[in-house]
């Protein structure tokens, strides 16, 4: 058995025979850099997720910072987001000088809590970005009506849920804003590195637009300071052919949970699916006793496994200068301390997956 964490070589085989004639005429085409295929792209995620506007961009960690710099956060604005993420969401948040204030996470979903958010509102307070971690969605109505009520904005970060939902709207559908990235090892993966930024205002889609590319809305005419980030061709037409296949790779995700959940129930805390949620289980993250064991014991058995995150942001030497030490988010920290996702993609098989439990079950016993 070959366990891979995210079988790449598995998917691009099932997508082979569309992507290699296209990526072919890309290249004979000339249009390396926007052109036709960006714009199939963005009109074809911009109806699956059910928004105005789709705008393409670098990668994920520019699509927060271009959507914060549409927003006009600037030094001394403060941004809540959770501690419990990828560092790219609050980095972008210190790159534009602003500050991130943490709330810490919901001990079931491991979303923001929205029961904790209001304490953290300030008159400085300018937006909330939620993230979907591992493919859920945070609570959407209750953070829009807290962002609504203080006339905050907020910024879903969607980076690991293209295509979940929540009570039946897809993610990325329910803020001011939205961004994705398309690593390529996320559900929805490029071939390299992709973003995109998803709204329903034409003056933020207008915004970000022109931010991308070098703040100009004409050639050599800067309106603002913006940035150089932009969808390659060759990523769109990959990106559009995926888009095809991702309804039908996120239920077989849903599956292999299912069937990972049935074997673990008894083991560890299994992933919690809230009933307002189509998770599409980006990660399927494990919480066990001992995990740094486990994990060890995983790889003496050739199964890969990753932390998703083994320190909350607040903790990070890059967030030191905050002073927030230990205990500042319980929640966050104890979860850090016990999580471990396990090899999850479209095309893991059930002897994998039942191997991998059994191994599992066997270091407990
Ligand atoms: C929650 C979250 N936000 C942002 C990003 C940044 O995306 P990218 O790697 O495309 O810059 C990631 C990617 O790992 C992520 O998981």
């Known amino acids: 058995m070959n366990i891979q964490m995210v079988d790449m070589k598995k998917m691009y085989e099932e997508i082979r025979s569309r992507v290699e004639p296209k990526v072919s005429e890309v290249l004979s085409g000339g249009y390396y850099i926007g052109g036709p295929e960006v714009k199939a792209f963005e009109e074809k995620a911009a109806a699956y997720i059910g928004v105005k506007h789709a705008i393409g961009c670098a990668n994920g960690t520019d699509a927060l910072q271009i959507a914060m710099m549409a927003l006009d956060i600037k030094p001394g604005d403060e941004i809540i987001t959770t501690p419990f993420t990828f560092i790219a969401t609050a980095e972008t948040i210190r790159i534009l000088g602003a500050t991130s204030v943490f709330v810490d996470i919901d001990p079931e979903t491991y979303n923001i809590d929205p029961e904790k958010i209001e304490a953290a509102i300030t008159p400085k307070t300018k937006a909330i970005i939620p993230v979907h971690l591992y493919g859920?969605?945070?609570?959407?109505?209750?953070?829009?009506?807290?962002?609504?009520?203080?006339?905050?904005?907020?910024?879903?970060?969607?980076?690991?849920?293209?295509?979940?939902?929540?009570k039946g709207r897809m993610l990325g559908s329910m803020s001011d804003i939205a961004t994705v990235s398309f690593y390529p090892a996320k559900n929805l993966g490029a071939a390299g590195d992709g973003g995109l930024m998803l709204t329903n205002s034409d003056e933020l889609a207008a915004k970000v637009r022109m931010i991308a590319n070098h703040g100009q809305n004409e050639r050599y005419k800067h309106h603002v300071l913006g940035v150089n980030s932009r969808l390659d061709a060759i990523q769109a037409a990959i990106l559009n052919i995926k888009l095809d296949f991702l309804d039908q790779w996120n239920e077989k995700r849903r599956q292999a949970a299912a069937r990972y959940k049935k074997n673990l129930e008894s083991t560890a805390i299994i992933p919690f699916e809230h009933p307002d949620s189509y998770h599409i289980y980006h990660q399927f993250s494990i919480q066990v006793k001992s995990r740094d064991d486990l994990q060890r014991y995983l790889t003496d058995n050739k199964i890969p496994s990753a932390i998703h995150y083994p320190i909350p942001l607040h903790l990070q030497h890059a967030f030191a200068d905050m002073g927030l030490g230990k205990g500042s988010f319980p929640t966050a920290e104890k979860v850090a301390e016990g999580i471990i996702s396990l090899p999850m993609h479209p095309h893991i098989t059930n002897e994998e997956i039942d191997y991998i439990s059994d191994k599992i079950k066997e270091f407990y016993n």
């Open 136 to 166: 859920q969605a945070a609570d959407m109505d209750r953070i829009n009506a807290i962002a609504k009520k203080h006339g905050i904005a907020v910024i879903e970060d969607n980076a690991q849920g293209f295509g979940a939902k929540y």
